[in-house]
């Protein structure tokens, strides 16, 4: 038995490939048929329409769906808003979380890092579910943002911030200021960690050879500090983006009613029972991050990872 | 060295705006945490009035008589322990077949795995959910563990993945030099080493399980898991106060598995040096 183990052990120890196989093919299997099966099936329908009058799926290869998709003003709305909410978070976020990567990268013992780097990992990973509720307590009218501006007799600033046309609403909660708050708020963490990554790999000589050949320090950020960030900023967008695109609840919970991407998703696949239709929409974020990605290649943004 | 020291002295002195841009970064980041804790005592139960107007502690106890609510926690347990188990054996596999080989085709199948969490949650649910419809399966508490072991996968993947390329090849050689075969390399060599990374993998994936709202719910019939409890009392809010003590749950329960991957991440990262 001990000898047959043996003899076994030192087959595969010669054939790699034997082992490397063995291994891989549970998961393969898992995620080929399970996974990527599923995926292109639900994809594929977006080749398929829906029929005007019974309401079925006509299985047939056409590109109705997707012309009916880019040619209904509603529908290049829905495109156009969710795009735009997501650079606009994409940009926020960014605008917040610099201070805090350089802070972390520049400025700080090891054991504040360590502190800090907990700091910004807890909110990631702890419930996405709680921390958009906590919003939900934050916007409400009798809330703490509303109480704040009372307090500080402000409450016309707020007013003239709500009446704003097209980013103002009834109240904070039915806003895309809300909605622009509550994405910034859950994906900054995805913005400030590949930041700091980048930033750390600045090498303090280089700042010091700056200063040394005159600049002040405003210079040295601008010329030196930001461009070495930005792979690290075309990173952390990588996840902004991506995740304010495909994003459904928090539109759901906070938000008006008007709708977005995920949401177009969920109520053809549901009540509307328009699966191509939900297809098409879903192409939408895969399409554009796909060019996303790559052009963020393409400027080292996978190198800041 | 008057010049230097006082040239590192700027350098390391942070102006008085990026101070204050990072720590109200910071503020931006855990201020929400502490309201959820705040809300859970208040004696308010229409509004989400603040500052509070009283507190108590009787939401708590309102809570701990629930009978759905800890049915929707241990239907959450149940699902989470099952998938975190499915994606450390799958994860650890994939991870144990790619990190040293390269093949045609190695970076398609290291984006597919990275894919179910890389795509939006709802292009997954609804994938998912169609071909359960399309082969006939009824949805139960196992089509759930289908969805949640698929995108578990990649952080238990990522875990061991990082911690094989820093794991020197030549242990594994070195051991079957001395004699040892397939079983005890692994056993004595390879898990000890890897032990923490997987352990690290799976609390994360355990946290991420536990939480996820979106694939659960396409891939859910009947059953209420308790982030679809806290999903649908979000969206029409009925019992307030409540929703409140769930979410301080929800928060700690995933807290412990993160607080204590990082630690194991943390601990034994120190001692690779030695190793090597």
Same mark, same amino acid.
């Given at each position: ?29 898992w995620l080929g048929i399970v996974y990527l099966g ?114 500080l007799n402000l409450e016309w600033l707020l007013d ?113 029972g328009n699966i191509p239709l939900a297809a098409a ?25 | ?70 049915? =929707?926690?241990? %239907? @959450?347990?149940?699902?989470? &322990?099952?998938? +975190? $188990?499915? #994606?450390?054996?799958?994860? *650890? /596999? ?110 994360? =994936?355990?946290? %991420? @399980?536990?939480?996820?709202? &979106?694939?659960? +719910? $396409?891939? #859910?019939?009947?059953?209420? *898991? /308790? ?50």
């Amino acid at each position: 038995m001990n000898n047959l183990l043996d003899s076994f052990s030192n087959f595969s120890y010669r054939n790699k490939n034997f082992i490397f196989l063995s291994f891989l093919i549970l998961p393969l299997l898992w995620l080929g048929i399970v996974y990527l099966g599923s995926l292109l099936i639900f994809l594929g329908h977006s080749f398929f329409h829906l029929d005007g009058f019974t309401g079925q799926i006509v299985y047939e290869f056409s590109f109705k769906t997707l012309i009916e998709l880019f040619s209904s003003p509603a529908n290049i709305d829905i495109l156009i808003r969710t795009v735009a909410l997501a650079a606009c978070v994409t940009i926020g976020s960014a605008i917040i979380g610099f201070p805090i990567a350089y802070y972390m990268a520049k400025f700080t013992s090891p054991k504040v890092k360590i502190f800090l780097f907990i700091a910004i990992m807890l909110p990631l990973w702890s419930s996405y579910l709680v921390r958009v509720y906590s919003w939900k307590l934050i916007l409400a009218k009798e809330g703490i943002i509303n109480w704040f501006f009372e307090k500080l007799n402000l409450e016309w600033l707020l007013d003239t911030i709500l009446s704003t046309p097209v980013i103002g609403g009834p109240s904070l909660s039915i806003s895309y200021i809300g909605m622009f708050l509550v994405f910034t708020y859950i994906w900054l963490p995805f913005m400030i960690l590949p930041i700091q990554a980048s930033l750390e790999r600045v090498p303090n000589s280089l700042i010091n050879a700056s200063h040394d050949l005159g600049a002040n320090k405003r210079q040295t950020f601008y010329k030196i500090i930001l461009p070495l960030a930005l792979p690290g900023i075309i990173a952390g967008s990588i996840f902004t983006f991506s995740l304010t695109l495909g994003d459904y609840i928090i539109p759901y919970i906070i938000g008006t009613s008007k709708f977005f991407i995920g949401q177009a998703v969920y109520t053809h696949q549901g009540t509307a029972g328009n699966i191509p239709l939900a297809a098409a929409f879903s192409l939408v974020p895969i399409v554009v991050m796909v060019v996303y990605i790559y052009i963020a290649k393409r400027m080292g943004a996978f190198n800041a990872l | 060295m008057l010049f230097r020291k006082g040239s590192i002295n700027k350098l390391n002195q942070a102006g008085l705006g990026l101070r204050f841009g990072a720590i109200a970064g910071l503020l931006f980041l855990h201020i929400p945490l502490l309201l959820i804790i705040l809300y859970a005592f208040t004696t308010e139960d229409k509004t989400y009035q603040f500052p509070p107007p009283g507190y108590t502690l009787k939401w708590f106890e309102i809570v701990l008589n629930r009978q759905d609510i800890w049915n =929707a926690v241990s %239907l @959450s347990m149940q699902i989470a &322990i099952i998938s +975190t $188990f499915l #994606a450390i054996i799958l994860g *650890t /596999l994939a991870a144990g077949a790619l990190y040293k080989t390269s093949f045609f085709g190695k970076s398609s199948i290291t984006i597919l795995i990275i894919l179910p969490i890389a795509l939006p949650g709802i292009i997954t649910g609804i994938s998912l959910r169609s071909t359960f419809g399309v082969l006939g399966i009824p949805f139960s508490t196992w089509t759930i563990i289908i969805g949640h072991a698929t995108f578990c996968m990649v952080v238990v993947y990522n875990n061991v993945v990082a911690r094989l390329r820093r794991t020197s090849p030549n242990l594994i050689q070195a051991s079957m030099d001395l004699g040892a075969n397939n079983l005890q390399t692994f056993f004595y060599v390879i898990l000890p080493n890897m032990g923490t990374a997987i352990l690290a993998g799976g609390m994360l =994936a355990f946290a %991420l @399980s536990f939480d996820e709202v &979106i694939v659960t +719910t $396409f891939t #859910a019939g009947q059953q209420t *898991t /308790l982030p679809i409890w806290m999903f649908s009392e979000l969206i029409r809010p009925r019992q307030r106060p409540i929703t409140n003590v769930v979410a301080i749950f929800i928060m700690f329960i995933t807290f412990i598995p993160i607080v204590f991957a990082s630690y194991m991440a943390s601990k034994t990262s120190g001692s690779e040096g030695s190793i090597k």
